[in-house]
């Protein structure tokens, strides 16, 4: 909480999807309504009414949601093209007083990276709060990898932003637990205290908040100082730069996606790049896979999906990145020989 400012309350879960689900029914117990926005390609975990669209490996299997999602359900998710703040206004033209929350990725990292578009956050702030509605920031995936108050903290929740915002919630996991199972849901008191046993809205869970796993998120937000984010943005920055040297050099025509420390390659996508879930799935995709396997042979472990980001850690010193620059130009040229599936 000392980190990040928006967050007044926290109430910690095991899980990514727990942070999110949670989210949704306390901003739909606090609002008294029952829609939710979400857009293509963004990723909030396995919740029922969160998987049209979704990113991740319902993007990798090329699979529109999931068997076992009720119509019923479905229908009370609106799913929009991202990076699109007109969609967003009609939305809540036609159905305002029904929508209670408009979630997103604090930056997609589950269509690949695609990076938020200047003023898109703070326009989805600008709308919800015009509507009675809540802007629920989902940072499980971004929050304390992209930096020290996550990609809030780098964008909208900066001293320096040129379009700041707040969101109402916000969502944490995987990296605040080093490791072991942990999550977090947060935000604004006036919303944060409908949550049971003070509010309304029921939460509760065996294993959440339970010592060891706490011990093991201390730990690393505590080894995860500035210095440490410095590193790794300069050896993200480095890396991608190598990585598009190599397909470069390979006449593979590509795009780096990036947002902070987060990077991912597009094939196929120099023109524009990747603005959305279209964009996404648009791509030479099939270049990756052979890409994937030339490093893995060669000891360099990557996302197993084009539509997963590249992270990097304090663990990859200067032997390690040696190591994944002299793979690259093999997998370059296995890409550049990939040939679309029949």
Not at 114 to 133: C, D, K, M, Q
């Amino acid at each position: 909480m000392g980190r990040v400012a928006a967050v007044e309350r926290l109430r910690m879960v095991s899980t990514g999807t727990e942070a999110t689900m949670t989210a949704v029914r306390l901003a739909r117990g606090f609002t008294g309504r029952n829609l939710i926005i979400k857009f293509a390609g963004c990723y909030h975990g396995h919740l029922d009414g969160l998987l049209a669209a979704a990113g991740s490996g319902v993007a990798t299997l090329a699979l529109p949601g999931s068997a076992g999602v009720t119509e019923a359900t479905a229908a009370e998710t609106l799913v929009l093209p991202y990076n699109d703040l007109a969609a967003v206004e009609e939305a809540f033209a036609r159905h305002g007083d029904s929508i209670a929350a408009v979630i997103t990725e604090a930056a997609p990292a589950n269509m690949g990276v695609v990076t938020p578009a200047e003023g898109f956050n703070a326009g989805l702030a600008r709308i919800t709060s015009a509507h009675g509605a809540l802007l629920i920031l989902d940072e499980v995936l971004t929050g304390f990898r992209t930096g020290y108050a996550g990609y809030w903290g780098l964008t909208g929740g900066a001293a320096e932003s040129s379009a700041p915002f707040t969101p109402d919630l916000m969502t944490f996991g995987k990296v605040i637990g080093g490791g072991l199972p942990v999550a977090a849901l947060g935000g604004r008191a006036e919303v944060m205290d409908y949550l049971a046993p003070v509010g309304p809205v029921y939460q509760a869970g065996t294993l959440s908040g339970n010592p060891i796993a706490m011990a093991a998120g201390i730990a690393t937000l505590t080894a995860a100082t500035p210095d440490v984010y410095g590193r790794i943005d300069a050896a993200s920055l480095e890396l991608s730069a190598a990585v598009s040297s190599a397909l470069d050099a390979a006449g593979v025509d590509h795009s780096i996606q990036r947002a902070g420390n987060l990077f991912s390659v597009a094939f196929g996508t120099s023109a524009n790049g990747v603005r959305n879930y279209e964009d996404a799935q648009g791509q030479e995709a099939y270049r990756y896979a052979p890409f994937f396997h030339s490093m893995l042979n060669d000891g360099v472990y990557l996302p197993p999906s084009v539509y997963e980001a590249w992270f990097l850690s304090g663990a990859h010193d200067s032997q390690a990145m040696e190591k994944v620059y002299a793979a690259l130009p093999a997998a370059a040229k296995a890409a550049a020989a990939a040939t679309p599936p029949k």
